[in-house]
Protein backbone atom coordinates (compact mmCIF):
# COMPACT_ATOMS: atom_id res chain seq x y z
CA UNK A 1 0.00 0.00 0.00
CA UNK A 2 1.58 3.27 -1.06
CA UNK A 3 1.60 5.89 2.03
CA UNK A 4 2.83 8.88 3.35
CA UNK A 5 2.46 9.75 7.18
CA UNK A 6 3.32 13.28 8.55
CA UNK A 7 4.11 13.94 12.25
CA UNK A 8 5.59 16.48 14.30
CA UNK A 9 3.24 19.17 13.21
CA UNK A 10 2.42 21.90 16.66
CA UNK A 11 1.82 24.98 18.24
CA UNK A 12 4.50 27.62 18.67
CA UNK A 13 5.14 31.13 19.35
CA UNK A 14 7.11 33.14 16.22
CA UNK A 15 10.63 32.39 16.18
CA UNK A 16 10.27 29.24 17.54
CA UNK A 17 11.39 25.81 15.51
CA UNK A 18 9.32 22.68 14.72
CA UNK A 19 10.69 19.53 12.41
CA UNK A 20 8.20 17.52 10.71
CA UNK A 21 8.82 13.86 9.18
CA UNK A 22 7.21 12.14 6.48
CA UNK A 23 7.56 8.18 6.69
CA UNK A 24 6.91 6.44 3.15
CA UNK A 25 5.98 3.15 2.42
CA UNK A 26 4.61 1.08 -0.88
CA UNK A 27 7.00 2.41 -3.25
CA UNK A 28 10.75 2.44 -4.22
CA UNK A 29 11.74 5.91 -2.38
CA UNK A 30 14.95 6.57 -4.14
CA UNK A 31 13.10 6.53 -7.50
CA UNK A 32 10.76 9.50 -6.33
CA UNK A 33 11.35 12.84 -6.09
CA UNK A 34 9.86 14.14 -2.57
CA UNK A 35 8.32 17.41 -1.72
CA UNK A 36 6.81 19.35 1.38
CA UNK A 37 3.46 21.53 0.47
CA UNK A 38 1.72 23.92 2.69
CA UNK A 39 -2.15 25.16 2.41
CA UNK A 40 -4.49 27.79 4.47
CA UNK A 41 -8.37 27.34 4.33
CA UNK A 42 -9.20 29.19 1.28
CA UNK A 43 -6.03 29.23 -0.44
CA UNK A 44 -4.66 27.18 -3.24
CA UNK A 45 -1.58 24.54 -2.24
CA UNK A 46 1.65 25.53 -2.59
CA UNK A 47 5.08 24.30 -2.84
CA UNK A 48 7.67 24.75 -0.02
CA UNK A 49 10.68 22.49 -0.67
CA UNK A 50 11.71 19.38 -2.50
CA UNK A 51 14.38 16.84 -2.47
CA UNK A 52 15.78 15.19 -5.11
CA UNK A 53 17.08 11.22 -4.51
CA UNK A 54 20.76 12.77 -5.06
CA UNK A 55 19.99 15.47 -2.20
CA UNK A 56 19.18 18.27 -4.75
CA UNK A 57 16.66 21.02 -3.06
CA UNK A 58 14.90 24.03 -4.40
CA UNK A 59 12.72 26.48 -1.59
CA UNK A 60 10.05 28.76 -2.17
CA UNK A 61 11.83 31.93 -1.73
CA UNK A 62 9.76 33.01 1.30
CA UNK A 63 11.09 30.01 3.59
CA UNK A 64 14.51 30.08 1.94
CA UNK A 65 17.50 30.34 4.59
CA UNK A 66 14.63 29.34 7.42
CA UNK A 67 13.30 25.87 6.71
CA UNK A 68 15.78 23.00 5.20
CA UNK A 69 14.44 20.00 3.64
CA UNK A 70 16.41 16.65 4.38
CA UNK A 71 15.75 12.72 3.72
CA UNK A 72 17.05 9.63 4.96
CA UNK A 73 16.81 7.22 1.90
CA UNK A 74 17.73 4.19 4.30
CA UNK A 75 14.24 4.83 6.24
CA UNK A 76 12.58 6.07 3.89
CA UNK A 77 11.64 9.23 5.51
CA UNK A 78 11.57 13.07 4.56
CA UNK A 79 12.24 15.83 6.86
CA UNK A 80 11.56 19.76 6.92
CA UNK A 81 13.25 21.69 9.62
CA UNK A 82 11.50 24.75 9.92
CA UNK A 83 13.08 27.54 11.92
CA UNK A 84 12.67 31.12 12.69
CA UNK A 85 8.58 30.47 12.44
CA UNK A 86 6.37 33.15 11.08
CA UNK A 87 2.87 33.55 11.83
CA UNK A 88 2.70 33.21 7.80
CA UNK A 89 3.82 29.65 7.84
CA UNK A 90 0.74 28.73 9.56
CA UNK A 91 -0.74 26.28 7.47
CA UNK A 92 -1.30 22.17 6.93
CA UNK A 93 1.59 21.11 5.47
CA UNK A 94 1.87 17.62 3.41
CA UNK A 95 4.38 15.60 2.27
CA UNK A 96 3.97 14.46 -1.21
CA UNK A 97 6.47 12.15 -4.26
CA UNK A 98 6.28 12.14 -8.00
CA UNK A 99 8.07 9.27 -10.05
CA UNK A 100 11.46 10.28 -11.57
CA UNK A 101 13.45 13.69 -10.64
CA UNK A 102 12.62 16.67 -9.75
CA UNK A 103 11.32 19.12 -12.66
CA UNK A 104 12.98 22.21 -11.70
CA UNK A 105 11.41 25.21 -13.57
CA UNK A 106 7.51 23.04 -12.68
CA UNK A 107 9.10 21.94 -9.46
CA UNK A 108 5.90 22.15 -7.78
CA UNK A 109 3.87 19.63 -10.58
CA UNK A 110 3.12 16.20 -10.92
CA UNK A 111 3.04 15.14 -7.76
CA UNK A 112 0.41 12.34 -7.19
CA UNK A 113 1.32 10.26 -3.77
CA UNK A 114 0.15 12.75 -0.72
CA UNK A 115 0.06 12.61 2.96
CA UNK A 116 -2.73 13.52 4.90
CA UNK A 117 -1.36 16.17 6.48
CA UNK A 118 0.37 17.70 9.73
CA UNK A 119 -1.00 21.21 11.17
CA UNK A 120 1.23 23.90 11.74
CA UNK A 121 0.03 26.85 13.88
CA UNK A 122 2.40 29.51 14.62
CA UNK A 123 1.04 32.62 16.85
CA UNK A 124 2.63 35.93 17.31
Known amino acids: QVQLVESGGGSVQAGGSLRLSCAASGFIYSRYCMGWFRQTPGKEREGVAV???????SYRDSVKGRFTISQDNAKNSLYLQMNSLKPEDTAMYYCAAREGACVYGNTWLGYNIWGQGTQVTVSS
Open 51 to 57: IDSDGTT
